[in-house]
């Protein structure tokens, strides 16, 4: 039972594309929701949480839909060092469980 | 500055040898936690502390072992039972923010099988 599912990708878009991820996450009563940023043989790196209402940072906006259980991350205007690994983290009662994430690649 | 920080960079392990890997914060974070990353693989709970002296079991805990006998310290040794120890090892340390637990990451620590 896959908790957590995200498409691996490749995404494979051009500067300046919006481009958009989905999450979908199997436990109901889940409280908290993230997105981390994975460099190639580097750590996860916080992006932002996720809240109901749906929140933005810059060229990022988070969705969260809780009736169908998933989260979504936008990229507008993409950057080529917006290419990365970007994970789902999704928390229920304590423990995080991270989805395998989706390989965006953004070229010239 | 403060952070968590992760020895050795790469590590090498003989067979039939127990290594340990070792992880600090300095960041004040009561809970931490150690976890294995394979290649294209999602990051997979190995254990888990929430306050000095006390940690649990994640979801693949089987050869390995840790401690927790000071807040800023959390060593992973992954013992000679563990028959597939090749991975990327990264140990987290979180804190509540907006009424959400984050996560923070160190930078990892490649075990490599000789």
């Known amino acids: 039972r896959k908790e957590v599912e995200q498409d691996p990708g490749p995404f494979n878009v051009p500067e300046g594309a919006t481009v958009a991820f989905n999450c979908t996450y199997s436990?109901?009563?889940?409280?908290?929701f993230f997105w981390y940023r994975q460099d190639c043989r580097k750590e996860p790196k916080l992006l932002m949480s996720?809240?109901?209402s749906g929140n933005e940072d810059g060229r990022f906006t988070a969705q969260l839909n809780r009736a169908s259980q998933y989260i979504s991350l936008l990229i507008r205007d993409s950057k080529l060092s917006d290419s990365a690994t970007y994970l789902c983290?999704?928390?229920?009662?304590?423990?995080?469980?991270f989805g395998r994430g989706t390989s965006l690649i953004v070229h010239p | 500055d403060g952070g968590i920080t992760q020895s050795p960079k790469y590590l090498f392990r003989k067979e039939g040898q127990n290594v340990t890997l070792s992880c600090e914060q300095n960041?004040?974070?009561?809970?931490m936690y150690w976890y294995r990353q394979d290649p294209g693989q999602g990051l997979r709970l190995i254990y888990y502390?929430?306050?000095?002296?006390?940690?649990q079991k994640g979801d693949i805990a089987e050869g390995y072992s840790v401690s927790r006998e000071k807040k800023e310290s959390f060593p992973l040794t992954v013992t000679s039972a563990q028959k597939n120890p090749t991975a990327f090892y990264l140990c987290?340390?979180?804190?509540?923010?907006?009424?959400?637990?984050?996560?923070?990451f160190g930078p990892g620590t490649r075990l490599l099988v000789l």
């Open positions: 987290a340390s979180s804190i509540e923010r907006d009424y959400q637990e984050t996560q923070y």
């Open positions: 436990n109901s009563a889940s409280q908290s």
């Open positions: 996720v809240y109901s």
């Open positions: 983290v999704v928390r229920g009662d304590y423990i995080p469980t």
């Open positions: 960041l004040n974070h009561d809970a």
């Open positions: 502390s929430q306050i000095v002296n006390d940690f």
